[in-house]
């Protein structure tokens, strides 16, 4: 699996957009973008994913580079609820592969 | 919205003793994997099943880890001897197919297990 860079950190204020990047530089034609997110020591929460093209749910949306070599998770209002550790995770389809966490970006959303 | 559980939610265990964690999937999914994470480090992938055979399996996954689908509900993990190192936060996941669209991992609340 291609291996992803984030940042260690970031801060966001309440009602504001939250953008976390994710560098995946050496992803592969057949390798997706997932987003997980860890509140404390909860299980990780499934966000949203894709392949290439921008991707929205109601969580959040998804922007891909033409190039695929980075993204970018929107929240678009971040509550204090988001405050959380978000991973970016790539990996094969079609296998059913294990994922790979790295450290992920800790965001804290703050009043 | 289904999810899945996982019981205990704790387990304290002696050094030594047999522990058995459960979880029970997302109803109609059929693959099956276990992570963990100790304390204040990386969530960590253990073993993935399915068709009532291993997958894939990681480094960790010794021969003292072993897994099951005892019924049509639950799947299990078993660490026959508890070593200190095992204390950790055990996860499970479930996702539906493997596929694009029906691969995503769901996660359960996890087992935090503590082995003195």
């Known amino acids: 699996d291609a291996k992803t860079t984030q940042p260690p950190s970031m801060d966001c204020a309440e009602g504001r957009a939250a953008n976390l990047p994710c560098n995946h530089s050496?992803?592969?034609?057949?390798?997706?973008v997932y987003w997980y997110r860890q509140i404390h020591s909860q299980g990780p929460q499934y966000i949203i994913h894709?392949?290439?093209n921008n991707e929205t749910n109601e969580m959040a949306s998804l922007i891909i580079t033409e190039d695929r070599k980075s993204s970018t998770l929107i929240l678009p209002h971040a509550t204090l609820r988001d405050t959380a550790v978000y991973y970016c995770?790539?990996?094969?389809?079609?296998?059913?592969?294990?994922?790979?966490f790295g450290t992920g970006t800790r965001l804290q959303v703050t009043l | 919205e289904p999810e899945v559980t996982q019981t205990p939610s704790h387990q304290v265990t002696q050094m030594g003793q047999e522990v058995i964690l459960r979880c029970v999937p997302i109803?109609?999914?059929?693959?099956f994997y276990w992570y963990r994470q100790i304390l204040g480090q990386k969530v960590e992938f253990l073993v993935s099943?399915?068709?009532?055979?291993?997958?894939?399996k990681s480094e960790i996954f010794d021969d003292q880890f072993s897994v099951e689908r005892p019924d049509g509900s639950n799947f299990t993990l078993k660490i026959r001897s508890t070593k200190l190192e095992d204390s950790a936060m055990y996860f499970c996941?479930?996702?539906?197919?493997?596929?694009?669209?029906?691969?995503?991992?769901?996660f359960g609340p996890g087992t935090r297990l503590l082995v003195l």
């Open positions: 996941a479930s996702s539906e197919l493997a596929g694009a669209l029906k691969e995503t991992q769901y």
């Open positions: 050496t992803i592969s034609g057949n390798e997706y």
């Open positions: 894709g392949l290439k």
């Open positions: 995770i790539v990996t094969l389809t079609g296998t059913a592969s294990k994922l790979t």
């Open positions: 109803s109609n999914h059929l693959y």
């Open positions: 099943f399915y068709n009532n055979e291993i997958s894939e």
